[in-house]
């Protein structure tokens, strides 16, 4: 099971750099196998107002990227509760400072460890923190 974090969510569907490098490795993978969450779902739409408030997109780019996102929830990924537990397991990783884990990534990396999923993530840091801890990580 592969759990798409909200950096890879961005750049897969927002036009950026990256975009067609992710899209392609979203194409390689069996759908079966790739999650997102609630928590995922939420800071998707935060990161497009985000983009859209400091001027990186427009109106258009961010209705379009929305639409396909919500396509793609609704046939393409299995969508993870994010649970009681999985937010007292955030915590438990945010407590370990060294890590440098946000609460936001502290979450995603419960939701995966929670569900025994590889968290996939474009992000270096949080991909290193969560092979610190003992879990399963993929830096695309």
């Not at 974090?5 to 899209?23: G, H, K, M, Y």
């Not at 196998?33 to 739409?45: H, Q, R």
């Amino acid at each position: 099971m592969l759990y798409l974090d909200t950096s890879l969510l961005v750049s897969a569907f927002a036009r950026e750099p990256q975009t067609p490098r992710i899209q392609q490795w979203l194409r390689e993978q069996d759908t079966d196998e790739l999650t997102i969450s609630d928590w995922g779902i939420a800071e998707f739409s935060s990161a497009l107002s985000i983009k859209l408030r400091t001027g990186n997109i427009g109106l258009a780019a961010r209705a379009e990227a929305l639409g396909l996102f919500n396509r793609f929830c609704g046939a393409t990924f299995t969508i993870l509760p994010v649970s009681r537990a999985g937010f007292r397991m955030a915590a438990r990783f945010s407590d370990q400072h060294i890590h440098g884990l946000r609460a936001s990534d502290a979450l995603h990396l419960a939701i995966a460890a929670e569900h025994g999923a590889t968290l996939c993530t474009l992000d270096r840091p949080l991909s290193d923190a969560t092979t610190n801890l003992g879990l399963k990580a993929l830096l695309v």
